[in-house]
């Protein structure tokens, strides 16, 4: 067993330590690394690109049903076969079907006014050539452009933004209750259920095209979605917004103010569309998804058991040199870009259209508004070993 099997899903790692050194020293083995977390419970980690896509493709073989984060690892998910991510197809396959019609692309287009206003009232501030803290404009941005969507109340959108990152981040210090790290997280979740339960209850009164409506009107197997499996998807359809949006232009700013890519980002915003897929390679918001093997199976030469669990680390595959020429730097440009930071196969990320717009229109925005670039304060990363990325960073800019 390595330091680095032994620390990879420390939290601390991810807010105060070397997590990438952590990445390369696993990629460097010649097979998985096995976390033994206590007596009866244990993970093998991915951290290869050609491994990623044999486990979030086969997802007969792996499946999402038992949990899908390391918080959950050794107990019974009480989503699986209710929420999008904790069901395998074809029942999957269903519920995604009617949600992912309302986030194509299109739709999602005659949105743009709409994230376009939301961005430059996230950014205003910045304006004013005081202190700007850019990381916490960012992550209440996706809750707001996902409550739009969804037909949330604006003045509720502040407390889902807190509740969110609670329950992506209970280990932080800033969100952690008296009670410890469960308690953190079965609160965010009892208050984020029963806040949607309310808004649910209250939709079906009055159905409209929001997507609070479209999954109530979602049918699987002949029967509406039943309100237990309609709370647990708005849940998990803002969450995944809450967590793969911000982390990218945190990431963006805090490795690059100075160096001199912003100037030459905000000379040519042609490069938007690919500089964003490579903010979203290297920032890899989401740091890891969790899969239960079905049966005895075989990954890069390591025996894999039926029952157990395997950990794709995706900061890690998406530095997969193997996978990624010159991995470690930041290519405006850079084509093909196979990230893996939406996830693989059945279960990529069905928010993605939003989340490639609203970071397109936010990286044009704030470039085009904005010049100069510097930092105001010692950035602060969330202690998560689920979400990575910034929850404080203080910056400065001049107006163009």
């Not at 202190?131 to 941005?141: G, K, Q, R, S």
């Not at 807190?162 to 410890?180: V, W």
């Not at 103010?257 to 897929?277: K, N, Q, R």
């Not at 470690?328 to 893996?340: A, E, G, I, S």
């Amino acid at each position: 067993m390595t330091s680095a099997a032994t620390t990879i899903d420390d939290p601390v790692l991810y807010s105060d330590g070397d997590y990438r050194s952590v990445w390369e020293q696993l990629r460097g083995l010649d097979g998985l690394s096995w976390k033994q977390v206590d007596d009866r419970r244990g993970f093998w980690s991915v951290v290869k690109f050609d491994d990623a896509h044999q486990v979030l493709h086969d997802a007969e073989t792996f499946t999402s049903e038992r949990g899908t984060m390391l918080c959950m690892l050794g107990t019974q998910d009480p989503a699986g076969g209710r929420q999008l991510p904790a069901t395998d197809p074809p029942r999957h396959t269903i519920m995604r079907s009617s949600l992912q019609k309302a986030l194509a692309i299109r739709p999602i287009d005659r949105q743009h006014d709409m994230i376009r206003d939301l961005v430059i009232e996230a950014l205003e501030p910045l304006a004013d050539g005081g202190t700007f803290d850019f990381a916490e404009a960012m992550l209440a941005l996706p809750v707001a452009v996902g409550g739009a969507a969804m037909g949330l109340p604006r003045e509720d959108w502040p407390q889902l933004v807190k509740l969110l990152t609670a329950s992506s981040a209970p280990e932080d210090p800033d969100y952690l209750l008296p009670g410890g790290t469960q308690a953190t997280l079965d609160n965010a979740h009892r208050e984020l259920f029963a806040y949607f339960q309310d808004i649910s209850h209250e939709r079906r009164k009055n159905l409209g095209d929001d997507l609070i409506s479209v999954l109530i009107k979602t049918e699987i197997d002949g029967r509406p979605m039943s309100p237990g499996e309609v709370i647990s998807n708005c849940y998990s359809v803002l969450l995944g917004a809450a967590v793969t949006t911000p982390h990218s232009p945190t990431y963006v700013l805090a490795e690059h103010m100075g160096d001199g890519l912003l100037d030459e980002w905000a000379a040519d915003l042609s490069a938007t569309p690919t500089a964003v897929e490579e903010a979203l390679r290297l920032a890899s918001p989401v740091s890891h998804f969790m899969r239960y093997a079905v049966t005895d199976t075989e990954i890069r030469g390591t025996k894999i058991k039926a029952g157990d669990a395997v950990a794709v680390w995706f900061g890690a595959v998406n530095r997969d040199e193997e996978a990624f020429p010159d991995p470690l730097t930041f290519q405006l440009r850079r084509k093909p870009n196979r990230h893996v930071a939406f996830g693989l196969g059945p279960h990529y990320c069905v928010g993605h259209n939003v989340a490639r717009v609203t970071l397109r229109i936010l990286f044009n925005e704030l470039l085009s508004r904005f010049t100069g670039f510097e930092p105001a304060g010692a950035p602060v990363r969330l202690r998560s070993n689920f979400v990575a990325g910034y929850k404080q960073l203080p910056i400065a800019a001049r107006t163009r």
